[in-house]
């Protein structure tokens, strides 16, 4: 019987250990995929913000916002929460480039339909 039982416990060892090595084989790809994300919405957030600034240059200039930047704009902000989300653990899953961009054609057509004349943004004065 004593034979035995140690026999169980040398047995559940190398499961515990390749359990082990998994874990931390997800730890690392985890820490890797941080990094690069965080790198990628480093350089994300700079683009963001260069189109809001050229944004107000166009609402300065015309008096009313670019729709197509504004369009553009949506989608990095989304990419951004995208990415947001999986540093901060709130997600598994792994933004673009990792998975296709999560907008498709109802997307983009629901885009169009947001985005029409109507919602005019003006200076005030």
Do not use: C, H
């Amino acid at each position: 019987m004593a034979s035995q039982s140690n026999k169980s416990k040398v047995e559940s060892k190398p499961e515990t250990t390749k359990e082990s090595a998994d874990s931390n084989s997800e730890t690392f790809s985890r820490v890797f995929y941080t990094v690069l994300l965080a790198l990628i919405g480093w350089v994300a957030l700079w683009v963001f913000s260069f189109v809001v600034i050229i944004q107000f240059g166009f609402l300065l200039i015309t008096g009313q916002v670019n729709t197509n930047l504004k369009g553009f704009n949506k989608e990095v902000g989304l990419y951004l929460f995208d990415i947001i989300k999986f540093l901060s653990f709130q997600s598994n899953e792994k933004p673009f480039p990792f998975r296709d961009w999560p907008y498709d054609e109802n997307t983009n057509k629901q885009n169009k339909t947001e985005l029409n004349d109507a919602e005019v943004v003006k200076a005030s004065k």
